[in-house]
């Protein structure tokens, strides 16, 4: 396949702000299943850079079999001869599954010649650049991805959603299971005009591994938005946002609740209206972190689920190279905190990218990496070179992290997984 060189690209000035605060505001939470199908027509970028979350497996593991040591007596006189079928070993115990899943849900990121041709409705491998114009160079993503315990990329498909229904939110439990959230028109012309709709519902939707679907009542307020955002072995938890009715702008009233998936009721867990709303979420025993929509600073809001206080948590005093939190992800004790972080601004390079484990309590400092450099003259310019598309932890000691890592000489466009890079990192 002939490749083609990319074209010099600039920002005007006049872009720096915008770009600042859209890369840094990049979620890292699961994306809604309608975005995800909307991205990549949306996020293709004309004579501009665009980032991607580039990706290559790494898993290692390792057994170590104990030795076994055989040693002699003297016979004894009138001793029973010895049985001479050894004892057997006994078996390594096998290793239970991960207490959290590890998700990557990124957006195909392409840069475009400005006098290039038409881009493709679909990525086509089997055409030269995926069917890009020539000169075009980025990365293909074939939407959500789950990296399993062997290493193993495992695409997360959902039934399309009915006539009438429209699918708002997607999150991965910790059984297996995928909880979705699916909005349903009971209009004869269906109405999408805000949380006050007239004639809707919404409802809960869980994925079992065998493909059947369990559905919940209708969870809509009206005149409230709904996120899915955690889950723990028996609750989802959403972020429930009252809105005005006459403009539909959010007011005061923002809430996190749990809901029960045997028996569908719900509680009220914590009042966030101090918090705002949330960029990205994480649950672990007893604690919900969050990082609010528009931060641009190492802090996380770390919420107790049995009391409902919140407590704000300055990570830079523990991780002093942090300017801002790409994402996170709580341990399943609710103690330690692994962070993907920015070491500078992605409108300056070399760009940098750090990743670290802290203790909440602190915070102090338990592990740190810097995770990759994006050198000067990097061909998809000042966007994130490796922002964490995922983090999950194994256990309260060990931690995976899915990391986007596109070569400094990128000069076509190629599928994640080609470079798809996950890193298992122990604790101490």
Excluded: K
Excluded at 102 to 107: E, G, K, M, Q, R
Excluded at 153 to 159: G, R, T
Excluded at 226 to 248: C, K, W
Excluded at 331 to 337: F, Y
């Amino acid at each position: 396949m002939t490749t083609h060189s990319a074209a010099e690209i600039t920002i005007p000035p006049e872009l720096e702000d915008a770009l600042r605060r859209t890369a840094i505001d990049m979620p890292g939470a699961p994306p809604e299943l309608t975005e995800i199908r909307r991205r990549h027509r949306r996020r293709q970028l004309r004579a501009s850079a665009g980032a991607l979350v580039a990706v290559a497996v790494l898993v290692a593991a390792s057994i170590v079999a104990p030795r076994l040591l055989a040693g002699s007596t003297p016979p004894v006189e009138s001793a029973a001869p010895a049985d001479p079928t050894p004892a057997a070993s006994p078996e390594p115990p096998v290793p239970g599954p991960p207490a959290q899943r590890l998700i990557v849900a990124s957006d195909s990121m392409i840069i475009i010649p400005a006098d290039a041709g038409d881009p493709p409705d679909v990525p086509d491998p089997a055409r030269p650049n995926y069917g890009y114009p020539a000169g075009s160079i980025g990365i293909v993503s074939s939407g959500v991805l789950e990296v399993t315990p062997t290493g193993d990329l495992a695409p997360i498909e959902l039934a399309p959603p009915g006539p009438g229904e429209v699918g708002i939110g997607f999150l991965a439990l910790p059984d297996g299971r995928v909880a979705s959230l699916s909005f349903d028109s009971l209009s004869d012309v269906p109405r999408r005009d805000g949380p006050c709709i007239t004639a809707g519902a919404i409802h809960l939707q869980i994925y079992e591994a065998d493909g059947t679907i369990s559905v919940s009542p209708n969870i809509r307020v009206p005149c409230e938005s709904v996120r899915l955002v955690g889950a723990s072995a028996d609750e989802v938890f959403l972020i429930r946002t009252p809105h005005e009715p006459d403009n539909q702008t959010p007011i005061p009233g923002r809430r996190l609740v749990a809901y029960r998936l045997s028996d569908y009721t719900e509680r009220t867990v914590a009042n966030l209206d101090s918090i705002g709303d949330v960029f990205d979420a994480s649950i672990g025993s007893g604690a919900f972190v969050a990082r609010p929509a528009g931060s641009v600073d190492c802090r996380v809001r770390v919420i107790d689920l049995a009391t409902g206080s919140v407590r704000d948590v300055d990570l830079a005093a523990a991780i002093p190279d942090c300017l801002a939190v790409d994402s996170a992800r709580v341990a399943p004790n609710g103690a330690r905190l692994a962070v993907s972080y920015t070491m500078s601004s992605r409108l300056e390079q070399p760009y940098e990218v750090g990743f670290a484990v802290v203790d909440i309590a602190g915070p102090s400092l338990r592990l740190r990496e810097t995770v990759h450099t994006v050198p000067p003259g990097s061909p998809m310019g000042p966007f994130p070179g490796a922002p964490a598309t995922g983090i999950a932890w194994t256990d309260d000691a060990t931690v995976r992290v899915a990391w986007a890592r596109y070569p400094d000489d990128l000069d076509r466009v190629i599928a994640l997984e080609e470079i798809l890079d996950v890193q298992t990192y122990n604790v101490p």
